[in-house]
């Protein structure tokens, strides 16, 4: 077991994924204590799920495997360096390491392009390509003031 195995593994997904149609090329495992404990391809196009990125499917059969929300010593091998949703979701499961194959700027070259969405973080919100606009604040709030109150929360 070593880290250019489960590399290739990531990279077998992706080649196998693009190969039946489930979507674009992109694989990716998960691994705990030097086994497999969750593997995903790109999905987008075949379940009709823009989520569906490798990374995505990837953590969510993980998180079911381990029967756990988060993934803790763990390490993520990803075919590709991850999107911006990808990296955020690998930060909200908190694996221990990410290893990635090609590049943001690989990933662009075959028209792939997560660079833009890079790019719109930092911008005005009325000034991103997909505008976004705050509305009804005090309501939205509601559920808030009644977390910080819930006696059997389960935090993360
Ligand atoms: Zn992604």
Redesign the pocket.
């Known amino acids: 077991m070593n880290r250019e195995k489960f590399m290739q593994e990531a990279v077998n997904a992706a080649l196998k994924g693009m190969q039946n149609n489930e979507g674009g090329p992109?694989g990716c495992v998960i691994v705990k204590d030097g086994k497999i404990v969750g593997k995903g391809n790109?999905k987008v196009t075949s379940t009709n799920d823009p989520?569906a990125?490798?990374?995505?499917t990837a953590i969510r059969d993980a998180c079911k495997n381990l029967n756990s929300f988060q993934l803790e010593g763990c390490e993520i091998y990803t075919s590709c360096e991850?999107?911006?949703?990808?990296?955020g979701?690998i930060y909200w499961a908190r694996p221990d390491k990410v290893y990635y194959g090609s590049s943001q700027t690989d990933a662009a070259n075959i028209g792939f392009d997560?660079a833009f969405i890079y790019k719109e973080i930092p911008l005005p919100y009325a000034q991103r390509s997909i505008p976004f606009e705050q509305l009804l604040t005090e309501i939205a709030l509601k559920p808030f003031q009644e977390w910080i109150k819930k006696v059997d929360k389960t935090t993360y």
């Open positions: 992109f790109n989520t990125h490798a990374e995505v991850p999107c911006p949703m990808c990296l979701a997560d």
